[in-house]
């Protein structure tokens, strides 16, 4: 019996000459502008080649680039969002915080706290301190999860509104 022979080495030319166009056209349909486009497809076949594909027919190939495609794009999506909230929370902190590195909003925090009822301190420490999840609390505190839901999201906003009223100058 003998082996099936090695696999040709990839033609990277013909693979991209074969598939730029509908792997591009693709980008776009997922919401890739031009430029982002272009550049997601040069990393597509980046991938490729370095994980050394090998041609096994027009559809499993365009499956294959699709796919590293779309991974792709919503890696670089994540990345936008993720520098776009960095950048909001920096100029917050310049804003807001520079003149005392963010002692006032600390100190406020701390003393809206200090007023918080034995039973949302606890849902607080829990969820917050011991990374407890919301159905090991509810057992704890005797209500259902969806219980511990709200009343962590009653929590937060009475939290952040006694820290603005703090903060007034």
Known sequence: MSAAPPPAPLDLGGLVARHQQSVWRYLRVLGALPDLADDLLQDTFVVALRRGLVDQGYAATSAFLRATARHLFLKSRRARTAL???????LVWQQECSADDGAGWFAALEGCLHDVPPRSRRLLEGTYGEGLGRSALAREL?????????????????????VKRRRKP
């Open 84 to 90: 776009r909230e960095v950048e909001e929370a920096d």
């Open 142 to 162: 005797g209500l259902s999860v969806s219980g511990i839901k709200t009343a962590l999201r009653r929590l937060r906003a009475a939290l952040r509104d006694c």
